[in-house]
T-cell receptor, first 110, second 117 residues
Framework: DAKTTQPNSMESNEEEPVHLPCNHS???????IHWYRQLPSQGPEYVIH???SNVNNRMASLAIAEDRKSSTLILHRATLRDAAVYYC???????????FGTGTRLKVLA | NAGVMQNPRHLVRRRGQEARLRCSPM?????VYWYRQLPEEGLKFMVY????????ESGMPKERFSAEFPKEGPSILRIQQVVRGDSAAYFC???????????????FGEGSWLTVV
């Protein structure tokens, strides 16, 4: 079973910031938080990952709660090309696999 | 840099035929993972391989499915005697180091869509 909980869908207007939440109340100290997104008919694309501190890269920012029981993926200015299913995944150190949930389907409105 | 290359992108097979899906990892990556995505579902782990070794096949169906990653050439996911329920997208991913190491991540290919008629 997936160890994360995400809303099924969200909508955003183009050019506005998007905050995609993820709950992971059973996270352990060595679990990394990974985010991938999947555009229609494509493979999952790596977005960002982190452990405890907030992370920024050219695609997005990851804000991790102080107790690590939740995190938020932030797209600073949504574009139509950001419409995708976003997956929040906990990866447990020492394991070979990601456990995907059903993700959040983001719709971006022009 | 070329990403993870999968072929064919689309494959149609009749029930009872064999399907072979190929995956070439990113340059410098020696760890390969296969995932399956059924329609309207999330991805499910199938198998993890290193060169010439199957490390974890806990997600592979016990029958009809096999995977290999030979010393030379791409990784192959083979499905024998396909049935309609095998219709799915099959994704390969690769990494330069074991995913078990903290903070590592994996990179997915575009997928192979298998349709069984």
């Amino acid at each position: 079973d997936a160890k994360t909980t995400q809303p099924n869908s969200m909508e955003s207007n183009e050019e506005e910031p998007v905050h995609l939440p993820c709950n992971h109340s059973t996270i352990s100290g060595t679990d990394y938080i990974h985010w991938y997104r999947q555009l229609p008919s494509q493979g999952p694309e790596y977005v960002i990952h982190g452990l405890t501190s907030n992370v920024n890269n050219r695609m997005a920012s990851l804000a991790i709660a102080e107790d690590r029981k939740s995190s938020t993926l932030i797209l600073h200015r949504a574009t139509l090309r950001d419409a995708a299913v976003y997956y929040c995944i906990l990866h447990t150190s020492g394991t070979y696999k990601y456990i995907f949930g059903t993700g959040t389907r983001l719709k971006v409105l022009a | 840099n070329a990403g993870v290359m999968q072929n064919p992108r689309h494959l149609v097979r009749r029930r009872g035929q064999e399907a072979r899906l190929r995956c070439s990892p990113m340059k410098g990556h020696s760890h390969v993972y296969w995932y399956r995505q059924l329609p309207e579902e999330g991805l499910k782990f199938m198998v993890y391989l290193q060169k010439e070794n199957i490390i974890d096949e806990s997600g592979m169906p016990k029958e009809r499915f096999s995977a290999e990653f030979p010393k030379e050439g791409p990784s192959i996911l083979r499905i024998q005697q396909v049935v309609r329920g095998d219709s799915a997208a099959y994704f390969c991913a690769s990494s330069p180091r074991e995913l078990t190491a903290s903070g590592n991540t994996i990179y997915f290919g575009e997928g192979s869509w298998l349709t069984v008629v």
